[in-house]
């Protein structure tokens, strides 16, 4: 049988085998039930669970003042990665003076808020520049935006707008480097 032959065949099980390269999302009984793969999972118990709560209190999340995200113009509760704090929002000893924890917060909600308005998906990717001494840390998400001025940096972050926590389904936005979870 040619494969568009497959495509074109109506029956369930072809239509089941092919269903999302070949995942199927539901399985079929011999009696010709059907019946969900994930009603296989409901009996298991998680493992561990990780909440926002816990990952704030281990300083691994920074929760964002409320006060703060609303001049952003954002109305849920963000959080920010402990890396993409340190890095990005704490000011470098060699800029001090010169810079300010809150400007360089408010620069990243600014930037995240503009970039969120012009997204429909619960995954923003979103840049900002940032000046940080050229200490050679340079990380993958960065890039010289002028060769002629090192101190600046193009930043990449992500954004995921998802639940909260597991126990609490509200929207919150959670801001971390491209390659973190």
């Given amino acids: 049988m040619h494969p568009v ?3 074109l065949d109506s029956s369930m099980a072809v239509r089941q085998k092919f269903k999302f390269n070949g995942v199927p999302d539901a399985t079929i009984s011999p009696q010709g039930k059907r019946r969900s793969i994930m009603n296989d999972f409901k009996s298991l118990k998680p493992i561990s669970v990780y909440s926002t ?16 995200s609303q001049e952003a113009g954002i109305r849920h509760p963000v959080y920010l990665t402990r890396s993409v704090w340190d890095k990005y929002v704490e000011v470098p000893k060699e800029m001090e003076g010169h810079q300010d ?8 909600l600014f930037m995240f808020a503009f970039f969120a308005r012009k997204e429909s998906s619960s995954r923003v ?22 060769r002629s001025n090192r101190l600046l940096r193009e930043v990449t972050l992500k954004a995921l707008i998802i639940a909260r926590d597991f126990d609490d389904p509200s929207p919150a936005i959670f801001i971390m480097k491209p390659f973190e979870d």
């Fill in 5 to 7: 032959d497959l495509i």
């Fill in 53 to 68: 709560k816990q990952a704030v209190g281990d300083g691994f999340l920074i929760q964002v003042d409320q006060k703060i």
């Fill in 101 to 108: 924890e809150a400007g360089r917060l408010g620069d990243v």
């Fill in 125 to 146: 990717l979103f840049k900002l520049l940032v000046q940080l001494p050229d200490a050679g840390d340079w990380e993958q998400n960065e890039k010289v935006t002028d």
